[in-house]
């Protein structure tokens, strides 16, 4: 056996690992369908102007959006040395995460569901 367990999951990591500069927003509280109404607009534009568009959005997921792309920005000048001008939205997902389950009390005894969706948010970047 040339190495322990571990040192191949390092390995096998390192080869699945996502190459491109990205950035992930986990169990973010506005539904998956909503994140992906802002998210459409951004993809493949650049980063300057998909910053334009999210600054002026009036949509709660533009916010939440926005500073995922400015995460994205910085990782991939700090970790893969790439210049912010040349920059594209490249993929953008958005996920569906957990659904915290809420009750609403009604009237003669009954009780409705309350829903509160949260999404997992990704953006990942690459060079022109």
Not at 1 to 26: D, L
Not at 53 to 60: E, S
Request: aromatic share 6%; no cysteine.
């Amino acid at each position: 056996m040339a190495g322990s367990r571990s040192q191949y999951k390092q390995q096998r990591n390192a080869e699945n690992r996502e190459k491109r500069p990205h950035a992930i927003h986990k169990y973010a509280r506005i539904s998956d369908r909503k994140a992906r109404i802002v998210l459409e607009q951004i993809k493949g534009k650049g980063v300057i102007q998909a910053a334009a568009i999210l600054q002026y959005n009036p949509r709660y997921g533009a916010y939440l959006v926005g500073k995922v792309l400015k995460s994205a920005v910085a990782n991939a000048e700090e970790n893969h040395q790439m210049d912010a001008v040349d920059l594209f939205v490249e993929e953008v997902l958005a996920d569906q995460g957990p659904t915290m389950k809420r009750i609403q009390p009604r009237g003669k005894g009954r009780a409705y569901r309350i829903n509160k969706r949260t999404s997992h948010i990704t953006i990942v970047l690459n060079e022109r």
